[in-house]
């Protein structure tokens, strides 16, 4: 049976999907930053583009659906499957950037739920390090018991957050314009949520040779504001 949505739950996913969570994504920008610097992503319209096309097509997909199965996992305390789910999402990144930055996000978020509830320690000590921030992510919605289309859309909307925060300081925007977009994109929010939903294990697969491409030339990018 699905998990009603209550206020303990609503409070609980607006805190695992806030800005102000510790878990350092604000020093990310998915490649954002040489995209601007090579005139790929110059405004408002062609940042809209990039992540609507991620959105349909791209990583955050794949992340997203494995986050749900961490969940599934979760609820029947499959630790196996847990770790299995981990080292796929590790072996399916396609730089050592992305890679690395999800590991360094999800060791952050397991490290601050240990601290703020410590039932959850013999649960965050099965998982095989490092761990992704996904899994990590669905570990905490399964502990707090957040409803699979609730937490879907936390995540998209996280990730969406904190990308169009780093465009508006990159292209740069203003608050206004990065608020705008974020109100645009809330139809493909509930698509792409809906859509993943429904996705069985063996598609999960997404087409990122762009993400790929731009995550590998920040690495070696001149000057920059935000890490690899």
Known sequence: MEITLTDSHFLSILQLASPSLPVGAYSYSEGLEILVENGTIIHQASLKHWLESQLRYGAIRLEAGVMLRAVEAMKIADFEALCRWNLWLSAARETAELRTSSW?????????????????????????????????????????????????????????????????????????????????????????????????????????????????????????????
């Open 104 to 228: 360094q996000m999800g060791r952050s978020l397991l490290q601050l739920l240990g601290k703020l509830d410590s039932r959850i320690m013999p649960i965050v000590n099965t998982v095989r390090n490092p761990c992704n921030y996904a899994i990590a992510f669905g570990i905490a919605a399964a502990h707090w018991q957040i409803n699979h289309q609730a937490a879907l859309l936390a995540y998209l909307h996280s990730w969406a957050s904190n990308l169009i925060t780093a465009g508006v300081k990159l292209i740069p925007l203003g608050q206004t314009a990065g608020q705008e977009l974020l109100l645009d994109l809330q139809p493909l929010f509930s698509t792409a949520a809906n859509e993943i939903l429904s996705l069985a294990d063996d598609d999960l697969a997404c087409c990122t040779w762009g993400l790929s491409l731009a995550s590998m030339q920040h690495e070696t990018q001149y000057t920059r504001l935000f890490r690899s």
